[in-house]
């Protein structure tokens, strides 16, 4: 097997990887979010035979093999594909975006069970060759109604379950906006290909090609877009304002499960196999994956919970209130090639202006540059790194224009300190 062309600021799949400065990344696309304790410890253990050891939990509930030296790479797909982890080409790969709630058949406040809907719509996207025209990073999100929404989790087309008329649909929503249309659940899989078929006609016959349907949409409007695919029934229905954490020791009915996270989502091969070990030994031998870098660790007691806890450590994050999670930072330098400052070791400096303090979310973005990988949503406070220093976004993207240019580490400190406590004030 010869490697497949890298090309820099590629969305990497495991068949099309990215050339980084550590290496190749190898991202893992893993369907519903779903991983049996066995496919995690050959996960994990790959990571170390064939890379660095590091494994990122992306935004989009994706795992990223990192440093793979592209050599190994051949030999990392053989033993991934032996166990059904790698997709049968890199095309099917590379549209197989769907991010499905992460205790989809766990949760009895859920209104239906997703996960055939979630295998469904992935078939469809594998099997129809004329999917593979959608756009690399064009996505589907398949809601449960459960206790942890996707409500604020961007997707293309999106299927929301609700309760309308005193039975279940899918409330389908275009690139977040309100207005949506309903289906009977058994048509989500057809729906889904219609829409998508149609976006990429609109986009073939425009003046300039859309690159999400957020752009066709702009264009349109969502009741144009609807009657596109022969969908009427519009109601204007708002996302859930919140989603609670997922981290920590949590209690459903008669469901428990354990929230683990990483800081910016990165764990170590060792950290994955004990999580992996733990579901095995005390859960129910998997382990669910999730858009805000949490790793759900289903059935465990609250004593094996605790005992985990334990074990994990500062290392890790357990717990809601943990300083880490109001940041968000992308690998950065050295081991992306666009990056110029070491965006993660800052960043945990950074973390610790916000102990003690009650914030809930992300309110500091720190991007090694102005592509934002790690945060495509607007952030209160956004360091955006340049020739070494750190420029000031206030209330924007990465891309956005700064207020404040050229900023060392130690004067980006000062600059955010004051203005984190000028919001205490």
Known sequence: MSLAPSIK???????????????????????????????????????????????????????????VNPTEWPHLIEDLSSHGLIDQDAEAEAVRNVMASPLAGLDPSALLDIRPDVKALEARLINSRALHNLPAKFGFLIDDGST??????????GFEAIMYESRVHYAVRLAGAESVALIEPEHLVTTAEQVALAFISASRTSDKQ???????????????????????????HRRTTTTPSPFGFHTLGTQTYLGVGAPFGRFSAQGLIALAQAAAKDGSGELRLTPWRAILIPSLSEEAAATLIEKAGPAYITAAHDPRLAVAACPGAPECLSASVPTHGDALAFATLFKGRAVSG????????????????????????????????????????????????????????????????
Not at 18 to 28: Q, T, Y
Not at 149 to 155: F, K, N, Q, R, V
Request: net charge positive; glycine share 12%.
């Open 9 to 67: 600021g590629w969305c990497p799949g495991a068949l099309r990887p990215m050339e980084s400065g550590d290496g190749l990344i190898v991202r893992l696309r893993i369907t519903g979010g779903v991983l049996s304790a066995a496919q995690a410890l050959l996960i994990a253990e790959a990571a170390h035979r064939y890379g660095k050891g590091l494994i990122d939990l992306s935004g989009r509930a994706n795992l990223q093999l990192r440093g």
């Open 210 to 236: 859309f690159k999400r349907l957020k752009d066709w949409l702009q264009a349109e409007g969502a009741e144009a877009l609807f009657k596109t695919v022969g969908l009427t029934t519009l109601i204007t």
């Open 148 to 157: 942890l929404p996707l409500a604020h989790e961007e997707a293309d087309i």
């Open 362 to 425: 992300t309110h500091l973005h720190v991007s090694g540059c102005e592509k934002g990988c790690a945060r495509p949503k607007a952030t209160k406070l956004v360091l955006v790194g340049r020739d070494g220093r750190y420029d000031l976004v206030m209330n924007g993207k990465a891309s956005d224009t700064p207020v404040r240019h050229g900023l060392t580490r130690e004067a980006a400190e000062t600059a955010l300190r004051e203005l984190i406590s000028g919001d205490a004030a």
